[in-house]
């Protein structure tokens, strides 16, 4: 038996060859006008406005959406969503309020994809996606200085040779991440060899204002060997950004270094921001094989926008004015240093630290000295001596140092380290004229290498000292 050529559909219905060119043109026509409708968009109005704190009604986005808050004849501010309750939204602006009214539209701002990049999880690397705002991120930031946005600074025209990426992503599992086994040649002589850094390692610089942080910030961005620099400035006075870069780093250190710049006067969404895009800069470089050196400058002012984005939208304080949320903040912004995986670099990072009035029990500092990888104390008494950098080897500590060097300059350092502590402890004595050579051997050997002690600590700010020199100046000293 013959079969038809043909079967009849589930439905019983069977076009026509004739009819078939009928329906895909019908077809084609529907799919154009798809194409051209409108998409719709959700908006909402702003209700209130309190301090830096806008309510709106109307708009259901996720936490970190960026907006858009309209009013007639008035240019939009952008505003990020930093809270909800109910159906009201709480967000925060990134420019100034002026001429916002009650009922301005509230539009939520349509996130582009985001491009392929590398990321690290358990199961190795692949490609994600990217969700929030995103920022232009790759070479073209060399040589560059560019605000909290990614726009330029320093009026050198457009970025070029970048790409947009996201500054939020997925934390590099602990057990994937290469050990510190390699030392970093910092320059400073004091550091390498007494606190000699690990690549990869984490450190705070503890100092209150005025004792030469920045100096030392600028001395390690010219004279550490990095691929690249990324330095955040936050919070900062805007006077300093400038002397800061033209000064300080100098020609060379910006020749490969990306500068972000989110001063005092910047909203402290932005100053939030800043720090993320300078560690998503470190990151995207990082990715790439390349190892990095982070500066951010400060962590305290990093903790004091969230602070204030935190008691504006009602969040209760707890230590001296901090919110909980800030304590939970800071390790969420360190952690996305370090090391790669195998073959994809490193962040070595410094972050300074104020203690308000030279208080080593500052909230913040607390908190940051049990996140960080050691922690270099700079002293006002130094400072006010003349004595720089300033650092207060005592109370300073690198923790990896034990990884990193070899045992006769850890032997060294810790001989050094027991000669400096027994002249300040007898220093008052000393100064009195109550000490008298041979009545203790240990005081009389620690008196007479005293100098040779405050020579290799003292350093020049345009004088580079490399690793190997400051290991053999310290074995000089400690064998003396």
């Not at 559909?9 to 084609?28: E, K, N, V």
């Not at 501010?77 to 009650?102: C, I, K, Q, R």
């Not at 001395?219 to 550490?224: D, E, I, S």
């Not at 923790?399 to 502590?421: E, F």
Request: aromatic fraction near 4%.
């Amino acid at each position: 038996m013959n079969r038809p050529a043909t079967t009849a559909s589930a439905s019983g219905f069977q076009p026509s060859a004739g009819l078939a060119p009928r329906w895909t043109s019908y077809l084609d026509v529907l799919q154009q006008q798809a194409g051209a409708a409108q998409v719709l968009h959700t908006e909402g109005r702003l209700v209130r406005v309190a301090g830096l704190v806008l309510e709106a009604v109307g708009v259901r986005v996720p936490m970190g959406s960026i907006c858009e808050i309209r009013c007639d004849g008035q240019a939009p501010v952008t505003a990020e969503v930093v809270g909800f309750s109910g159906d009201h939204a709480f967000l925060m602006p990134t420019g100034a309020l002026h001429g916002l009214a009650s009922g301005a539209r509230v539009v939520p701002r349509p996130t582009p994809p985001a491009p392929p990049r590398l990321c690290s999880s358990a199961a190795g690397l692949r490609t994600g996606e990217a969700h929030g705002l995103q920022l232009p991120m790759g070479p073209g930031l060399l040589g560059r200085v560019v605000d909290a946005h990614g726009e330029p600074l320093d009026r050198a025209g457009p970025l070029s040779d970048v790409v947009h990426d996201t500054l939020s992503r997925p934390p590099i599992n602990a057990m994937d991440r290469d050990p510190i086994r390699t030392p970093l040649d910092t320059g400073v002589r004091a550091i390498n060899s007494l606190l000699t850094v690990g690549r990869g390692q984490r450190l705070g610089l503890f100092a209150g204002t005025g004792v030469g942080k920045s100096v030392l910030l600028g001395m390690m961005a010219r004279y550490t060997r990095a691929d690249v620099i990324v330095v955040g400035l936050i919070g900062e006075r805007g006077r300093e950004v400038k002397e800061f870069i033209e000064d300080i780093l100098g020609a060379e250190g910006r020749k490969r270094s990306a500068v972000v710049a989110a001063p005092a006067d910047a909203p402290p969404l932005l100053r939030m921001q800043g720090a993320h895009y300078a560690t998503a800069i470190a990151e995207h470089f990082r990715d790439r094989g390349l190892h990095v050196l982070l500066l951010m400058d400060s962590l305290t002012r990093y903790a004091m926008a969230q602070r204030e984005i935190a008691l504006a939208i009602g969040e209760p304080p707890a230590t001296r004015g901090y919110p909980p949320s800030c304590f939970a903040r800071l390790p969420q912004l360190v952690e996305r240093s370090g090391n790669g995986r195998d073959g994809h670099g490193s962040i070595t990072a410094f972050y300074t630290v104020l203690t308000e009035g030279d208080d080593p029990q500052d909230p913040i500092a607390d908190s940051a000295r049990g996140i960080l990888d050691g922690h270099i104390v700079l002293s006002r008494e130094l400072a006010e001596s003349g004595h720089f950098p300033a650092i207060d080897v005592e109370r300073s500590i690198s923790r990896v140092m034990s990884s990193v060097a070899p045992q006769p300059q850890i032997d060294a350092a810790r001989r050094v380290r027991q000669m400096l502590a027994r002249y300040n402890k007898a220093r008052d004595l000393i100064q009195l004229g109550a000490y008298s050579p041979g009545n203790d051997g240990e005081l009389d050997v620690a008196v007479q290498t005293h100098p040779r002690i405050v020579a290799l600590l003292q350093q020049d700010m345009r004088q580079r000292a490399s690793l190997e020199d400051s290991r053999q100046n310290l074995s000089a000293v400690a064998g003396a």
